[in-house]
């Protein structure tokens, strides 16, 4: 069936479920002309004792009513029929709606960082497209700048599945100058980050040696001598 259908009935069964229940709500209705006892409606026709002979109640005015209650069996079966024809065509209508699509934003970024690849991939599909809808926030995409710094912070191949999505991002904010200076200082940190070694002991008066690196855990990158002031 399509969806569309599915729709339309969910929304006519969901109205005729109301009314329905309105109707139940407003109590029996009385048919025909004849006195009966309002609290347990036995017919009182000819009854002129003064009291109920069904149920003992004293039959002032107020406890008289004139007609007899409808049976509601029809009208209970009815509501109840509308109802899980709601339910029915409702369900129909939730399964095809892609429920993720409304998912808030920080919920998102933090399947982003699963180590399920499938939700971690859905997640990362997500804020991209709410990126081209321009349904991202600024402050969502502030804090997955902050989650790509983190991930970016550690060793190769430990930043989870999308790992490399999120260093492309990371530096595309850069690029195009969307990066916080805080976050910018963090990224060069993080990116190149100098070593220095130095010679624990040297000759009097000598120079000292030394080699530095640069990157995490990178490959020396160069030695030196600095001269010695006495
Ligand atoms: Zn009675």
Redesign the pocket.
């Known amino acids: 069936m399509r969806w569309a259908m599915a729709l339309l009935f969910t929304c006519l069964f969901a109205v005729f479920s109301i009314l329905l229940l309105i109707e139940l709500r407003r109590g029996p209705r009385l048919v025909g002309h004849t006195p009966h ?1 309002r ?2 409606g ?1 017919m009182l026709l000819g009854n002129k004792s003064g009291r ?1 002979p ?2 003992g ?1 004293d039959l002032t005015p107020g406890n008289i009513v004139i007609g007899q209650r409808q049976s509601r069996r029809a009208l209970i079966g009815c509501t109840l029929a509308s109802i899980a024809c709601l339910v029915f065509f409702g369900q129909r209508v939730a399964r095809q709606i892609e429920w993720y699509h409304y998912r808030p934003g920080s919920w998102v970024i933090a399947d982003a960082g699963s180590a399920d690849a499938s939700l971690a991939d859905r997640a990362w599909a997500e804020l991209n497209r709410r990126r081209g809808l321009g349904k991202l926030s600024d402050a969502a995409e502030s804090s997955l700048t902050e989650f790509a710094l983190a991930t970016h912070a550690k060793p190769d191949g430990a930043g989870g599945p999308i790992e490399k999505d999120l260093i492309k991002y990371l530096f595309a904010r850069y690029s195009s100058d969307k990066l916080s200076p805080a976050q910018v200082d963090r990224l060069y940190t993080q990116e190149a980050t100098p070593i220095l070694h130095v010679r624990p002991r040297i000759v009097a008066g000598g120079p000292i040696a030394h080699r530095y690196r640069v990157g995490n855990g990178g490959a020396v990158a160069g030695f030196g001598a600095f001269g010695i002031r006495q």
């Open positions: 006892c609290a347990c036995y109920c069904e149920c109640a």
